[in-house]
């Protein structure tokens, strides 16, 4: 797996995990979402990604948006 599609698996599971906690535990837990969101989008202008950074040193080989 490269960075690119971990980062997108990792994206998508906190999406689903902050909507399951909305909907069982608080309405609050969408702020999670939120944030996912935000930091998608400013990773698509920037380059920036924290998770992209973690995963390259577990050992996931360069896709094309993060090398």
Do not use: Y
């Not at 698996?9 to 309405?27: D, E, K, N, Q, T």
């Not at 998608?40 to 948006?65: D, Y």
């Amino acid at each position: 797996m490269n960075v690119d599609k971990a980062v997108l698996a990792f994206a998508g599971c906190v999406v689903l995990v902050s909507v399951a906690l909305a909907h069982f535990v608080s309405p609050w837990w969408l702020l999670l979402t939120v944030f996912a969101g935000a930091n998608m989008l400013q990773a698509s202008v920037t380059g920036f990604c924290p998770a992209a950074m973690i995963f390259k040193k577990l050992g996931c080989r360069a896709g094309e948006a993060f090398r």
